[in-house]
């Protein structure tokens, strides 16, 4: 699908939502949330996308690496590409009613897996959106769920089930959604959770289990000692705490604590292929995106998603034989240049 033609569209259908900037950085929809923003000052949303331009790649030509593989294992399937699709939700709400939950979440999971890779879906304070999630994971045949941290850890095992029921390939909490007021409002409070209430979470499926919104060195060592399988480095594009690090900025050394012990997956401002080399040079295994995708839903349904995870791939690919890595795990930092 023509990039431009998808922007354009985007544009039009998510009017009064999203400006389809240029360079989608977080500044002109500071404070917007509800909407496509990061919280308050806005700042943990544009601190991803300047933690990520902050590093500058090492060019490298002289080397075999003509054809960089691209694929990853993850959670025992056999993946394309490390580019997943991160959950979102509340369609209307966050980027405009031209489309509903249900297209719009069918479109992520359905759209990502075209691409070869797999969607995740989040769960709302609308039990009918999570709903929605399900479905489009039972129409792809294949997703990743994640649940709010409810307070009643029970009602989290039951939505688990769900998942499990649905074809979910693995499971988890985005943890960093822990102070969301929206969720109490309508009746569905959530909270932190202790590490012996993640060991009954853990415990409570056999899917591999993920925590979203890790932030620290300590809390990922945490994660690793409660059996996640997995940790995805994020701070919720910047929507849930003000004032948050870059991920880019905090990933090294979370990785260097707890890489080869759990997966480490990273999201934040990724919005080339460029982008997604830094944070695998940086320690992560695969990477999420949000933002960008949602763009990619609204300009062109499932094939848009798609077109979006296929230009991030080719850009990977490029940037891989310019700096002379031949595989997903041969990258490291030396390929990363940094003041
Ligand atoms: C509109 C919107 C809705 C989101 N909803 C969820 C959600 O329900 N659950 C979740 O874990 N993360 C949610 N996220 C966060 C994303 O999964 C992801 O962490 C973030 O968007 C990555 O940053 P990026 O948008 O800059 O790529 C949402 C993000 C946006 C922009």
Redesign the pocket.
């Known amino acids: 699908m023509d990039m431009r033609v998808l922007r354009e569209t985007a544009k039009k259908q998510m009017i009064g939502k999203c400006r389809v900037c240029p360079v989608c950085n977080g500044r002109v929809c500071a404070g917007e949330v509800p909407g496509?923003g990061g919280t308050g000052t806005g700042e943990a949303?544009t601190e991803?996308v300047r933690a990520l331009a902050s590093y500058k790649l090492n060019m490298r030509t002289i080397h075999d690496a003509l054809q960089p593989d691209t694929r990853v294992e993850m959670f025992g399937q056999q993946l394309k590409t490390p580019i997943m699709g991160?959950?979102?939700?509340?369609a209307a709400i966050?980027?405009g009613d031209a489309l509903n939950e249900l297209d719009m979440v069918s479109a992520l999971v359905e759209g990502s897996q075209l691409a070869g890779s797999i969607g995740w879906i989040?769960?709302?304070a609308n039990p009918s959106m999570y709903e929605d999630g399900l479905e489009s994971i039972r129409r792809a045949g294949q997703g990743i769920a994640?649940i709010k941290p409810r307070v009643d850890i029970k009602e989290m095992i039951e939505l688990f089930k769900l998942a499990e029921k649905a074809g979910a390939i693995a499971l988890g909490t985005?943890l960093d959604?822990a102070g969301l007021i929206t969720m109490a409002l309508k009746g569905q409070p959530v909270g932190p959770k202790t590490k012996e209430q993640l060991i009954e979470l853990v415990q409570s499926t056999a899917l591999p289990f993920i925590v979203?919104g890790i932030m620290t060195v300590d809390e990922a060592i945490k994660c690793v000692e409660v059996g996640a399988t997995a940790i995805v480095v994020?701070n919720?594009?910047g929507?849930v705490l003000d004032h948050t690090p870059g991920v880019a900025d905090v990933l090294p050394e979370i990785a260097r604590a707890v890489k080869g012990k759990v997966t480490i997956l990273a999201?934040?401002?990724?919005r080339s292929g460029a982008d997604i080399l830094k944070l695998l040079a940086l320690g992560a295994d695969g990477v999420?995106?949000?933002?960008?995708l949602?763009m990619g839903a609204y300009g062109g349904g499932t094939e848009g998603v798609k077109t979006i995870i296929d230009k991030y791939t080719s850009e990977l690919k490029a940037a891989m034989i310019l700096t002379g890595c031949k595989s997903i795990q041969e990258i490291g930092p030396e390929i990363l240049w940094h003041k």
Do not use: E, V, Y
């Open positions: 496509m949303f991803n991160a959950p979102i939700t509340g966050n980027a989040g769960d709302p994640i985005d959604g979203k994020s919720h594009g929507r999201d934040g401002g990724i999420l995106i949000g933002r960008p949602i």
